[in-house]
């Protein structure tokens, strides 16, 4: 069974106080490693995707690695704006496969 | 393009009552969804299809029925709702089963059952 864990739970940052939150995973055939950002009372939007260990994919202020068995997003002095929770996910054929999420609070 | 649209935003309903939770897309897209977000549990997967026609299970189907007639609708059936069903309820769509990975969600849609 796919499992997905995100670390940590819920993080407060002052701003330009650079970050990073961690994604771990275990699947048994990896088709993608997808990373979404979550307002409140909104649906998840579409953030990064990554297919193998060593990519990297850049938006802004954010930054997405890939291990084998684990993903980073790195948030690079972030801005109020930023704060939100971020899930990563996992792909096995047509499902996918969400971790519970880092919540992402910065301060002005 | 209004993307992806959901109906009703909120929802209280009674043990045992039955309901559907709407859910249209204008972008054309071949495969939808139906995820559950529950608080510290994240979003878990109740139904998806690939094409008009045709629906599978995802990771926790029981309590729920959809069916797919045409490629903009995906409606979510509770045939008998329990306070278990309490949730927010997303659905989803992407251009095939080739880009599952790459969702545009809708709103949501919160339902309380007593």
């Known amino acids: 069974e796919d499992q997905v864990t995100q670390s940590p739970e819920a993080l407060r940052l002052q701003e330009g106080e650079s970050s990073s939150l961690n994604c771990s995973y275990t699947v048994s055939g990896l088709r993608g490693l997808f990373w979404y950002r979550q307002d409140p009372g909104k649906g998840p939007e579409f953030l990064f995707t990554?297919?193998?260990a060593g990519e990297e994919k850049e938006k802004e202020r954010l930054k997405a690695t890939l291990t084998k068995k684990e993903s980073f997003l790195h948030i690079t002095a972030p801005k109020p704006e930023d704060s939100a929770t971020y899930l990563c996910a996992v792909r096995n054929d047509y499902k996918l496969s969400f971790g519970a999420g880092t919540t992402v609070t910065v301060r002005a | 393009n209004a993307g992806v649209t959901q109906t009703p935003k909120f929802q209280v309903l009674k043990t045992g009552q039955s309901m559907t939770l709407q859910c249209a897309q204008d972008?054309?897209?071949?495969?939808m969804s139906w995820y559950r977000q529950d608080p510290g549990m994240g979003l878990r997967l109740i139904h998806y299809s690939v094409g008009a026609g045709i629906t599978d299970q995802g990771e926790v189907p029981n309590g729920y029925n959809v069916s797919r007639s045409t490629t903009e609708d995906f409606p979510l059936r509770l045939l008998s709702a329990a306070p278990s069903q309490t949730s927010v309820y997303f659905c989803?769509?992407?251009?095939?089963?080739?880009?599952?990975?790459?969702?545009?969600f809708g709103e949501g849609s919160r339902l309380t059952v007593l």
């Open positions: 972008m054309n897209h071949e495969y």
């Open positions: 990554l297919y193998s």
């Open positions: 989803a769509s992407t251009e095939g089963a080739g880009k599952t990975g790459e969702l545009f």
